[in-house]
């Protein structure tokens, strides 16, 4: 076999594994490992010294010393090395703790109880109100935290038994949850977006610019779905009752709004807008957003020392599995440019005369598969940077693309059968609540992704008008 024919024997075993259900990382770690071992033998060069030994009649301990010496002598361990290296100070990769400590502090302070409840009131006139209130709640919240599984978890303890006990659709009421709680893996801060800035060399802020108008588009196509479908179909959201959602004085609404919904923005725009206005690296942003989180927290009077430990217990746990993620896939994909899978990929892709549209399309069209057996982390560590060189070829801008991706990512927390929005909500779902009527309740919302692609691509300056005005082009 040739050596691009044993990289894509690489890439065929590393998919095959993890449909398997071996852990993602260590899988990566493994292959990299293993093939970068046949890839850098040098045989000369790692049994000299065991030669010499040899030659010189050396004790059997020298030898074997010196023969366990020989073996490790491959370039592929220094390669390790460094790539583990490379990731512990990668500077954009810092902020993924602070962002995560952020959220996990807030998830704990019963801010977004308060949240739900005060916007609940507000929009009690609305058609859906309640489940207006409930993604405008998720969309909040998961721009706060990023965290999809920790979204649609406290979102479905807290919000979808009042929707199932206001006598709202279960389907209806579960794609709402689902659906939101993808959203902070769109919108800015999000830590998607900080893998994907790492991964690609695209300036963090740029992307964070580009990305907030197209989440804001999709989070509106939400909102318009489902106030639509309450107007067309009453029976899906009927109309809450006194007892249900009582009715307060325009001055009690503001109030709650003001103490609720209000801290919780003012933390989000901060630390947005440092970023964006260059008042604030990412990093130093994030540091905000987490001192933030800890002041609401206090305010709220709900920092304890469990949900303290908790919140840091979980955000280290999380950043060590993207960091060795990065290890990984950063250790594989070498070992995979070395031997010519990347150069045979280009030159597959490339030979196929597409146009850009087409490009876009077939990128696209893997990503949205890939979405099925496999979370954002490793599409975006592993795959995404196969895409990434043929950029240039067909004249796609990498944040555009990366824009795209981000809202083609949706759907992997949305279409069955590994939808695992879904079976988040199934977790913690009452018993009668079947997973087939979660998928079902996905399906509108999945059409809206698809809707805001497509108007992306339409009209590219829903990405680049905000990037460009604040940093030019």
Request: charged share 10%; proline share 6%; glycine share 8%.
């Amino acid at each position: 076999m040739t050596d691009p024919q044993i990289a894509l024997l690489m890439l065929g075993i590393f998919i095959f594994v993890i449909f398997l259900g071996f852990p993602i990382a260590f899988t990566l770690m493994a292959l990299g490992i293993g093939f970068g071992y046949y890839a850098y033998f040098d045989g000369a060069r790692m049994w000299r010294a065991y030669n010499r030994a040899v030659e010189s009649d050396a004790d059997w301990w020298t030898l074997t010393q010196t023969w366990v010496d020989g073996f490790f002598n491959n370039r592929v361990f220094d390669l390790f090395v460094n790539q583990t290296y490379s990731v512990m100070t990668n500077e954009v990769l810092t902020a993924v703790p602070l962002f995560l400590f952020m959220g996990y502090v807030v998830e704990r302070a019963d801010i977004v109880s308060r949240l739900f409840t005060t916007l609940n009131i507000a929009s009690r006139r609305i058609p859906g109100s309640m489940a207006v209130a409930a993604l405008v709640t998720c969309t909040l919240f998961a721009t706060a935290t990023g965290i999809v599984g920790a979204v649609v978890t406290l979102m479905g303890l807290l919000a979808f038994p009042a929707m199932l006990r206001a006598r709202y659709d279960t389907s209806f009421a579960s794609g709402i949850i689902c659906a939101g709680g993808t959203l902070g893996i769109l919108i800015p801060p999000s830590i998607m977006l900080i893998v994907y800035a790492a991964a690609s060399g695209v300036s963090i802020v740029r992307l964070y610019a580009g990305a907030l108008f197209p989440g804001l588009l999709l989070a509106g196509l939400y909102l318009v779905y489902i106030v639509g479908r309450s107007m067309v179909q009453p029976s899906a959201a009927p109309k809450p009752t006194r007892e249900e959602v009582p009715d307060v004085a325009a001055g009690r609404v503001a109030l709650m709004l003001l103490t609720s919904f209000l801290p919780l923005a003012v933390l989000i725009l901060a630390v947005l807008g440092a970023i964006f206005f260059g008042l604030a690296t990412p990093t130093e942003a994030a540091a905000i957003g987490a001192i933030g989180g800890l002041a609401l927290a206090v305010a709220y009077r709900a920092l304890t020392w469990e949900r303290l430990r908790d919140s840091v217990y979980l955000t280290v746990r999380t950043t060590a599995m993207v960091c060795w993620l990065f290890v990984g896939s950063w250790t594989f994909s070498s070992v995979f440019s070395y031997l010519g899978g990347e150069q045979t990929i280009h030159q597959f892709v490339t030979g196929l005369d597409l146009t850009p549209l087409q490009f876009l399309l077939l990128a696209q069209l893997i990503i949205f598969l890939l979405g099925w057996p496999l979370e954002w982390s490793e599409i975006i560590i592993i795959f995404v940077p196969i895409f990434l060189p043929m950029l240039p070829h067909f004249g796609i801008d990498p944040l555009f693309f990366g824009v795209l991706v981000a809202l083609n990512l949706q759907t992997s927390f949305l279409t069955p059968p590994m939808a695992m929005s879904a079976y988040y909500l199934k977790g913690i779902a009452p018993p009668h609540v079947q997973l087939v009527q979660i998928f079902k309740g996905c399906m509108p919302f999945l059409l809206m992704v698809f809707i805001a692609m497509t108007v992306l691509y339409l009209q590219p300056q829903i990405a680049f008008w905000l990037p460009s005005q604040i940093y030019g082009r």
